[in-house]
């Protein structure tokens, strides 16, 4: 084998293609029952699009961006996530309804390079929504609700939402000076990557795997919010427990994006160790800025694909057609060919799912595919059913086998499958 996929991808087909389009039009049909709409943005976009909003000092900048020039010069990188180039799309067509907040969802491939590992790819896909144009604290809370909604759907259990403030422009400046002078004193027992990047984002240290004992002791955000954050970040609580939704504050939760404003959340699965996030997001009030346009209050929140379909309870998978056709005509001999085809095409045209075996194998061997197809019919076009102008039509569950004129097909069809 000359070729092989790049590492940390998948090929998808067969009946785990047919699992991912289940969850994705269940996922497509929840958006919109929230009223969200579809968008689909660029899979490249300008390098500086993330550069500038996810932030220069996070893993996702410096690491994992599939940056490439094009042949032009120009500097163009794979998306690694999808809220930039939402906002981006957002300002661009000039989406904003006056007044109100535009509501979007997405689902699509996003591109990190990161280790590969159990959970974690190098294209992977992500489903999300974007709330943009309101920072009401019941967005926030439709946003959480909706995120939890996926996993109610596809009933999973024991989940935990993590929920914290990450302040804004106007209090996290000073939170970030107390920060980096307990850093300061703490510098020695960071680990490499921190003790280079406290100086840039002393936050992002909230991130790292390997610092737990020193968080533990760092000041937290929350004891440093201005008062209309801590006014937001309390709204938003008291609106959760109203709607019976239960989430543990964790106050070391800052997310791996610096476009964060105010409220930030994951949903944790307690089974899957180390990639454990099912789901994130965040508010993101300073991100339209960042791209240029005026100031644009939204939440959102984007769910692994990977992650969702790897851990559905078996319970949960159900309803799935994992049949390939309604109806399979087994042609015994070439001369039966144009007339399957041209019986197929009545057949697709009055909505049903025909395969035609153009293979040539031995009828046995057909009749075997015609069972595995998951068809209810099998119809016959061999010399025999020429010469008297009628189709064999064998019913694949009950077995039974009758005669019809080729001219009844469609409509005998379409009754016994009704
Ligand atoms: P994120 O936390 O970077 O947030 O990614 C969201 C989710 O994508 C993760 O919780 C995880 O399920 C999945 N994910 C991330 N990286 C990988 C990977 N390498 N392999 C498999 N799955 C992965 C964002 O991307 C933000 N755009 C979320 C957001 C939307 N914030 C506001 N709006």
Redesign the pocket.
């Known amino acids: 084998m000359k070729y092989t996929r790049p590492r940390?991808t998948q090929d998808l087909f067969g009946d785990s293609m047919v699992r991912w389009r289940w969850v994705e039009d269940k996922l497509a049909r929840l958006a919109a029952s929230y009223g969200y709409s579809e968008i689909r943005t660029p899979i490249f976009e300008m390098s500086d699009l993330f550069i500038r909003t996810v932030g220069e000092a996070t893993d996702?900048v410096t690491k994992e961006m599939y940056a490439f020039k094009d042949r032009k010069g120009r500097d163009l990188t794979l998306r690694?996530?999808?809220?930039a180039p939402v906002m981006r799309a957002f300002i661009e067509n000039g989406l904003q309804r006056s007044g109100g907040v535009s509501r979007f969802f997405y689902i699509g491939p996003?591109f990190?390079y990161?280790r590969p590992q159990a959970?974690?790819?190098?294209q992977?896909?992500?489903f999300?929504?974007?709330a943009i144009g309101s920072d009401n604290p019941a967005v926030d809370a439709e946003i959480i609700d909706m995120s939890l909604k996926i996993y109610r759907t596809f009933e999973f259990q024991g989940l935990e939402i993590r929920l914290n403030s990450v302040g804004c422009p106007a209090c996290r400046p000073a939170y970030r000076q107390i920060l980096g002078s307990s850093l300061e004193n703490l510098k020695g027992e960071l680990c490499d990557d921190c003790a280079q990047r406290y100086a840039v984002n002393p936050m992002r240290i909230f991130d790292c795997k390997e610092c737990g004992p020193v968080k533990a002791r760092l000041p937290v955000m929350t004891d440093h919010l201005c008062a209309d954050c801590s006014e937001h970040f309390a709204s938003l609580q008291r609106i959760l427990r109203e709607m019976g939704i239960s989430f543990v504050h964790d106050p070391l939760l800052v997310?791996?994006?610096d476009y964060?404003t105010r409220t930030a959340f994951?949903?944790l699965h307690p089974g899957l160790g180390g990639?454990n996030?099912?789901?994130?997001?965040?508010r993101?009030d300073g991100l339209a800025e960042d791209c240029g346009a005026g100031r644009v209050p939204a939440?959102?929140?984007?769910?692994?694909i990977?992650?969702?379909l790897e851990n559905i309870p078996d319970k949960a998978v159900v309803g799935i057609d994992f049949s390939k056709a309604d109806i399979f005509f087994v042609v015994p001999q070439k001369e039966g060919y144009a007339r399957a085809m041209n019986l197929a095409s009545q057949l697709r045209d009055r909505g049903m799912r025909v395969e035609v075996d153009l293979s040539g194998r031995a009828i046995k061997k057909q009749i075997k595919a015609a069972s595995e197809s998951g068809a209810s019919h099998a119809v016959f076009t061999g010399i025999e059913e020429l010469r008297e102008n009628a189709a064999a039509v064998k019913n694949l569950g009950s077995g039974e086998q009758c005669r019809v004129p080729f001219a009844d097909l469609a409509a005998f069809l379409e009754k016994e499958r009704e």
């Open positions: 940390g996702i690694p996530e999808n809220t996003m990190r990161d959970g974690r790819y190098r992977f896909h992500q999300g929504a974007e997310r791996g994006l964060y994951e949903i990639q996030a099912l789901c994130g997001g965040g993101y939440i959102g929140f984007s769910a692994g990977e992650r969702l």
